[in-house]
């Protein structure tokens, strides 16, 4: 038997992922008003965290982004932290439904120093991805959006891609509930289960879902276009 009880177990890894959050995706001022400015604007607090922001960096950085596509704005958080690894010429194009969520964003990018290669679109997402395809292809994009029209978002999101474009979703976890359809569940995790299972049985993607926080409740669906 275990001399450490769950509870200690749950600590220890909380300590864990505070100790990575602060060597390794440590939050300066933008992000940190990025936050705040959200907060004081009335908008929900489920952005991700630092780490998962750092995450998307890295993965920017692995594909040699210069043009980023995010399906769903929210506050700017994570938003900044894919700006932050174009180069100088790089762009950014982030849709957000709501006008004045977009101007929180706007203000936010403008703080955090990435207003000149990050740009807020708004409008409904399904309707503004068909515009997108003069623009395209994409080397990364990020959906963070409603659940219910993420298989909607994915098959836009392979038609804006290249081969090696990397595409990576959102609350694809949620504590191991959207794995596999139950007659009980919602419409938002009947559309997370849907694409987790359009990822795995695409063959045009090879796909992985990462638990990215420390109790497995959630984490990123992360695919690669062939």
Request: net charge negative.
């Amino acid at each position: 038997m275990s001399d450490i009880s769950l509870e200690q177990e749950k600590q220890q890894r909380h300590a864990i992922e505070a100790q990575i959050a602060q060597l390794f995706a440590p939050e300066d001022d933008g992000l940190r008003q990025a936050l705040e400015s959200a907060k004081a604007a009335g908008l929900p607090e489920i952005q991700i965290n630092p780490i998962q922001g750092k995450l998307l960096q890295v993965f920017a950085a692995a594909s040699h982004a210069r043009k980023i596509l995010e399906i769903g704005s929210l506050a700017g958080y994570s938003g900044i932290w894919l700006a932050r690894a174009l180069p100088a010429d790089g762009r950014l194009i982030t849709l957000e439904i709501d006008p004045k969520h977009a101007e929180v964003v706007r203000a936010s990018f403008a703080r955090a120093g990435v207003a000149e290669r990050a740009e807020v679109r708004v409008g409904n997402a399904l309707d503004q991805l068909s515009t997108l395809q003069t623009e395209a292809p994409f080397d990364l994009i990020f959906i963070d959006a409603d659940k219910v029209s993420y298989p909607q978002y994915l098959e836009w999101a392979i038609k804006l891609s290249r081969s090696g474009s990397i595409i990576i979703a959102d609350n694809c976890v949620r504590g191991g509930n959207v794995f596999q359809p139950s007659p009980e569940m919602s419409e938002d995790t009947a559309g997370l289960v849907k694409y987790n299972q359009l990822t795995r049985e695409d063959p045009r993607l090879t796909t992985i879902v990462l638990a990215n926080d420390n109790d497995y409740t959630d984490g990123f669906n992360v695919a690669v276009v062939k």
